[in-house]
């Protein structure tokens, strides 16, 4: 059996995930992803780790199980509840070398650092500067990293530091909830970018990769979602099932500006192109909404399924990722990561 296979053995899911006296917490993520991840991440006896978002504290278990007695484990969180609740769990399990602390992982925590290795269930808006400057050389980050500047246009990968700079050894399909500076109460609205949001009749919400175009009113986000919503062209998607993950990461590579994220209807996820004057979009199901049949945004998104079946589509391990250096990035310094095929 692999060490991840062995540690997950020993660690009890359901008494993390369903803890009798804190009940079931919606912060977890699949299992078996996050067995990925930890292998990824090459942990090993007496190494010292941290990972950002704890959740259930089922992760940082995992953790504690594969460094060690000689190890050490730093879990970070903006929740409270969520530590508090991880540390006594952990306490009651015997475990003393993981120790939960109420922080933003994304600025820094330097009072447990330099680390060996870091790993992420939550995405930052790029990979901040602090991460590097924490690793050890030659240590690894494992984290999901946005594509593009909408939610849920990401990536997992696999980050090597040498010489106090980042590079890309891995790519994989994924992605976690997005970094927050404070716990998030709604999990079905994205925590960043998103553009305009409408609560009644029902909910819905757009972001714009463009919003740097936009008024202080949001008036061409608003226009967007409400051209979207009151769209008079639908049609299912000609060519087979959409592969959601393929799709995502190729509209994330070269949509470009104009590329437009929504959320439509509960639990359905809609990507495509938008102006103040025209959106069009495909949802996850295969229907694409256009805000009329002549709509020049329905032509480009066209287009760019074209181009995806082109180029046969790719699955997100097939880009060649690269990390370029952001000195003027809202909310901080670090390295945005970018695709290419």
Same mark, same amino acid.
């Given at each position: 059996?692999?060490?991840?296979?062995?540690?997950?053995?020993?660690?009890?899911?359901?008494?993390?995930?369903?803890?009798?006296?804190?009940?079931?917490?919606?912060?977890?993520?699949?299992?078996?992803?996050?067995?990925?991840?930890?292998?990824?991440?090459?942990?090993?006896?007496?190494?010292?780790?941290?990972?950002?978002?704890?959740?259930?504290?089922?992760?940082?278990?995992?953790?504690?199980?594969?460094?060690?007695?000689?190890?050490?484990?730093?879990?970070?969180?903006?929740?409270?509840?969520?530590?508090?609740?991880?540390?006594?769990?952990?306490?009651?399990?015997?475990?003393?070398?993981?120790?939960?602390?109420?922080?933003?992982?994304?600025?820094?925590?330097?009072?447990?650092?330099?680390?060996?290795?870091?790993?992420?269930?939550?995405?930052?808006?790029?990979?901040?500067?602090?991460?590097?400057?924490?690793?050890?050389?030659?240590?690894?980050?494992?984290?999901?990293?946005?594509?593009?500047?909408?939610?849920?246009?990401?990536?997992?990968?696999?980050?090597?530091?040498?010489?106090?700079?980042?590079?890309?050894?891995? $790519?994989?399909?994924? +992605?976690? &909830?997005? /970094?927050?500076?404070?716990?998030?109460?709604? %999990?079905?609205?994205?925590?960043? @970018?998103?553009?305009?949001?409408?609560?009644?009749?029902?909910?819905?919400?757009?972001?714009?990769?463009?919003?740097?175009?936009?008024?202080?009113?949001?008036?061409?986000?608003?226009?967007?979602?409400?051209?979207?919503?009151?769209?008079?062209?639908?049609?299912?998607?000609?060519?087979?099932?959409?592969?959601?993950?393929?799709?995502?990461?190729?509209?994330?590579?070269?949509?470009?500006?104009?590329?437009?994220?929504?959320?439509?209807?509960?639990?359905?996820?809609?990507?495509?192109?938008?102006?103040?004057?025209?959106?069009?979009? $495909?949802?996850?199901? +295969?229907? &694409?909404? /256009?805000?009329?049949?002549?709509?020049?945004? %329905?032509?480009?998104?066209?287009? @760019?399924?074209?181009?995806?079946?082109?180029?046969?589509?790719?699955?997100?391990?097939?880009?060649?990722?690269?990390?370029?250096?952001?000195?003027?990035?809202?909310?901080?310094?670090?390295?945005?990561?970018?695709?290419?095929?």
């Amino acid at each position: 059996m692999s060490a991840i296979a062995l540690a997950a053995a020993s660690v009890p899911e359901h008494h993390y995930t369903h803890h009798q006296g804190r009940g079931a917490t919606p912060h977890r993520s699949n299992p078996a992803v996050i067995h990925r991840e930890l292998g990824t991440l090459e942990v090993g006896p007496g190494l010292n780790v941290v990972e950002f978002g704890t959740g259930s504290g089922y992760s940082g278990a995992l953790l504690a199980q594969l460094v060690g007695p000689t190890g050490q484990v730093t879990s970070l969180d903006v929740d409270t509840y969520l530590t508090r609740w991880a540390n006594l769990i952990h306490h009651e399990r015997g475990l003393d070398n993981i120790r939960c602390h109420t922080a933003d992982g994304t600025a820094d925590f330097p009072a447990r650092a330099p680390y060996d290795r870091m790993v992420a269930w939550c995405t930052p808006p790029l990979l901040p500067q602090a991460w590097v400057d924490q690793v050890v050389d030659g240590g690894l980050i494992v984290a999901p990293l946005p594509i593009a500047s909408v939610p849920n246009m990401t990536v997992v990968a696999k980050i090597r530091v040498r010489g106090s700079r980042p590079h890309v050894e891995q $790519i994989f399909n994924g +992605g976690y &909830i997005e /970094a927050t500076t404070s716990p998030k109460g709604d %999990l079905d609205l994205p925590g960043r @970018w998103v553009d305009w949001e409408n609560r009644v009749p029902a909910a819905s919400w757009i972001s714009i990769a463009w919003r740097a175009e936009d008024d202080h009113l949001h008036t061409g986000a608003r226009s967007a979602l409400e051209q979207l919503l009151n769209g008079t062209h639908t049609e299912l998607y000609a060519g087979a099932e959409v592969g959601w993950s393929s799709w995502r990461t190729f509209a994330g590579t070269f949509g470009g500006r104009q590329l437009t994220m929504a959320g439509l209807h509960p639990d359905l996820w809609a990507i495509g192109h938008s102006t103040e004057s025209g959106a069009a979009v $495909i949802q996850q199901d +295969g229907k &694409i909404i /256009a805000d009329r049949a002549g709509s020049p945004s %329905l032509a480009i998104l066209r287009g @760019w399924l074209a181009d995806w079946e082109k180029a046969g589509r790719p699955a997100p391990e097939c880009y060649t990722p690269s990390l370029v250096r952001q000195d003027d990035f809202p909310g901080g310094v670090g390295w945005a990561l970018r695709l290419s095929l």
